[in-house]
């Protein structure tokens, strides 16, 4: 099969002219800002970077007109950032390792400024409201909100890094592997309906791994020292209730290589509602690798679209 271009593989849509406009960025790690700041450019528009430190990519200085530096507690200084530049829309772009905030000493370590620790108090000072990833991340969205500063999607800006149906890499599925599939899909969105994570690896429908805080990869990862054998199928969505401001699914070079590792065959994902991180690399990689990428989409109804197949969910086992 021959890899297909970039437009071939990721909707072609374009983010309507910026005319000038200065487009925030806070850029947490992997090429994802980076795509994103390049596609502004590309629609007239002038990118103020704010980087995630110990995060975001070095190669992100020449893509800014504005650039600056911010740690992962100073809300504050990132609110200030933007409105001391005019910018009055903002996106969120590239992963936020959020063991982190977990980790032993976290809050001297990423020592929090005042309107993170007024934001965060009913988080983790007072437990009074939950640390899911919509809890935390809907909060810093109505303290910008609060300040005269909106946080749009991503896709606002760079709508042809969605993924479009179909195959986009490898050979047709077997009817084992579109069982998989199928049964990865409905496991996956419970598993995102409680916000919990948006990844699962399963084998002849049995769930293998499903992610949680430590993420896509490390998930991957485990799965294959769980399952020597090989023949994973990674299945990973958006949430039923997926705000597209933010944590939409990513997919870059970095998941195909630990798919690869662990001895998976096929990455199943979400048209329309996935993030494809250099889209033309991809494929080249998954074909290289023998890896099959689909991308499926869903009904109202509850029917999957696998490739060319629609196909009903079975009800779990009693």
């Known amino acids: 099969m021959t890899p297909p271009t970039p437009s071939n593989s990721i909707l072609t849509s374009s983010a309507a002219g910026l005319a000038g406009e ?3 960025i806070v850029a947490g790690w992997g090429r994802y800002p980076l795509m994103v700041a390049e596609a502004v450019r590309r629609s007239g528009g ?27 507690a ?4 990132a609110i200030s950032f933007f409105r001391r530049h005019g910018v009055v829309r903002v996106t969120m772009a590239g992963k936020v390792h959020k063991t982190r905030l977990f980790a032993r000493g976290a809050w001297i ?15 983790f000072i007072s437990r009074r409201r939950d640390n899911r ?18 946080i749009c999607p991503a896709t606002d800006f760079a709508p042809e890094l969605l993924a479009a149906p179909g195959v986009l890499a490898g050979r047709r599925l077997s009817a084992v592997q579109r069982e998989d599939v199928v049964f990865g899909w409905r496991l996956a ?14 084998r002849n429908r049995a769930p293998i791994a499903l992610e949680a805080i430590e993420g896509t990869d490390e998930c991957i990862r485990r799965a294959g020292r769980l399952c020597a054998k090989g023949g994973l199928v990674v299945v990973k969505v958006a949430k039923p209730r997926q705000d597209l401001r933010f944590d939409m699914p990513t997919i870059g ?26 889209g033309g690399r991809l494929v080249a990689f998954a074909e290289r690798s ?21 196909q009903r969910p079975a009800t779990w086992a009693a």
């Not at 975001?56 to 007109?65: C, G, N, S």
């Not at 100073?74 to 200084?77: D, I, K, Q, V």
């Not at 969105?189 to 399963?202: F, N, P, Y």
């Not at 070079?253 to 250099?278: C, Y």
């Open 46 to 72: 002038r990118t103020a970077v704010l980087a995630v430190r110990g995060h975001a990519d070095a190669d992100l200085l020449p893509l800014a007109d504005i650039y600056g530096t911010v740690g992962l």
């Open 290 to 310: 023998g890896i099959t990428i689909v991308s499926c989409q869903a009904d109202s109804t509850g029917l999957i679209r696998v490739a060319d197949q629609w």
């Open 253 to 278: 070079i970095g998941t195909l290589e630990s798919l690869k590792a662990a001895g998976g065959g096929v990455l199943a994902i979400e048209a329309g509602r996935t993030i494809l991180v250099d």
């Open 133 to 150: 990833d919509d809890s935390l991340l809907g909060a810093i969205a109505a303290a910008f909100d609060g300040q005269g500063i909106r």
């Open 109 to 123: 370590r990423h020592l929090p400024d005042w309107m993170a620790l007024k934001t965060f108090w009913p988080h």
């Open 74 to 77: 100073e809300l504050g200084g």
């Open 189 to 202: 969105k419970e598993l995102g309906a409680h916000d919990i994570g948006q990844t699962v690896v399963v």
């Open 22 to 24: 200065t487009i925030g």
